[in-house]
């Protein structure tokens, strides 16, 4: 089947560590997406990456990172400099920038 | 202001009632339109774009206001399983796409 998986579902990460999250899609696309969504927000741009090895700043890039190795892949690294990490993080990909975007299941990530 | 603003509810409503709501946008030059279904904890999932002449699928009728600048959903029928937070999505002219904290829409029976 066809799609955009995540992992792990929930995190639990400790304050001052570095946590990595997953994002894997088979659906060929070439874009893909990480946001973030707070209670009562909508969702906000982390970063983009439109091909491999290339990617860019969202509106709330600082204290991530991430990168682009594979067509596939794209692993987001929530680090300690983020000073709200908790949040619910979605990735989604799409053929190209300007199609419809399709949401993995999304990580909860709790800082405690 | 923010870009994408939309009434938080929630609608509560009886199953098989009428539901509308709107969602207004700030910039003139959005290109795409679209509303998103979100359920409790799960991911965002299209439910339908929206055109400029309006379109519906099923129970469901989207409309676009470019003058006033919003677009809206409209449920028929409402049935339980509606009952989710609607996002409203809004692409501007660089492919950059703005969120709506959503609508939450809550059928009873």
């Known amino acids: 089947d066809g799609g955009i998986t995540q992992s792990p579902k929930y995190l639990f990460r400790k304050e001052g560590q570095n946590v990595t999250l997953s994002c894997e899609q088979n659906l060929n696309h070439d874009a893909m997406y990480w946001y973030r969504q707070d209670p009562g927000q909508g969702l906000r741009l982390i970063y983009y990456s439109q091909i491999v090895n290339d990617f860019q700043k969202g509106d709330i890039a600082e204290g991530y990172s991430v990168s682009r190795e594979k067509k596939e892949s794209f692993p987001l690294t929530v680090t300690s400099a983020q000073k709200n990490p908790t949040a619910f993080y979605l990735c989604?990909?799409?053929?190209?920038?300007?199609?419809?975007?399709?949401f993995g299941p999304g990580t909860r990530l709790t800082v405690l | 202001r923010k870009e994408v603003e939309q009434d938080p509810g929630p609608f509560n409503v009886p199953e098989g009632a009428t539901v509308a709501f709107n969602c207004t946008y700030s910039?003139?030059?959005?290109?795409?339109f679209f509303w998103y279904r979100q359920d409790c904890r799960k991911e965002p999932k299209l439910l339908m774009s929206v055109y400029s002449s309006g379109n519906e699928d099923g129970r469901f009728t989207a409309q676009l206001n470019r003058a006033s600048q919003y677009i809206s959903l409209l449920i028929r029928d409402s049935k339980l399983s509606d009952s989710a937070t609607y996002l409203c999505?809004?692409?501007?002219?660089?492919?950059?796409?703005?969120f709506g904290a959503g609508t939450t829409v809550t059928v009873r029976a």
């Open positions: 999505v809004v692409v501007n002219n660089d492919y950059k796409l703005s």
């Open positions: 989604a990909s799409s053929i190209e920038r300007s199609a419809t975007q399709y």
């Open positions: 910039n003139s030059a959005s290109q795409s």
